[in-house]
């Protein structure tokens, strides 16, 4: 089955085209799929940039 769908992937469009119409996947799919929450505060990460301006900040503050 998997790989029928891969067969009927057109990535130019990013859609599967079926016999009957045409399908996308959605980012509810994918929560649903993988069993993710989709309510709450996000989860963050710090970049590379933002940490070196955090840690200049602290250093600056530092100093005072």
Same mark, same amino acid.
């Given at each position: $089955?998997?790989? /029928?769908?891969?067969?009927?992937?057109? #990535?130019?469009?990013? +859609?599967?085209? *079926? *016999?009957? /119409? @045409?399908?996308?996947?959605? !980012? @509810?799919?994918?929560?649903?799929?993988? &069993? *993710? %929450?989709?309510? &709450? $505060? #996000?989860? !963050? %990460?710090? +970049?590379?940039?933002?940490? /070196?301006? *955090? $840690?200049?900040?602290? $250093?600056?503050? /530092?100093?005072?």
């Amino acid at each position: $089955m998997l790989t /029928s769908l891969i067969e009927k992937w057109h #990535p130019n469009t990013h +859609t599967f085209h *079926l *016999l009957t /119409s @045409e399908c996308t996947i959605t !980012l @509810e799919d994918v929560a649903i799929i993988l &069993g *993710l %929450r989709s309510d &709450g $505060m #996000p989860i !963050l %990460r710090l +970049t590379i940039s933002s940490q /070196s301006l *955090l $840690m200049d900040e602290c $250093m600056d503050q /530092s100093l005072i």
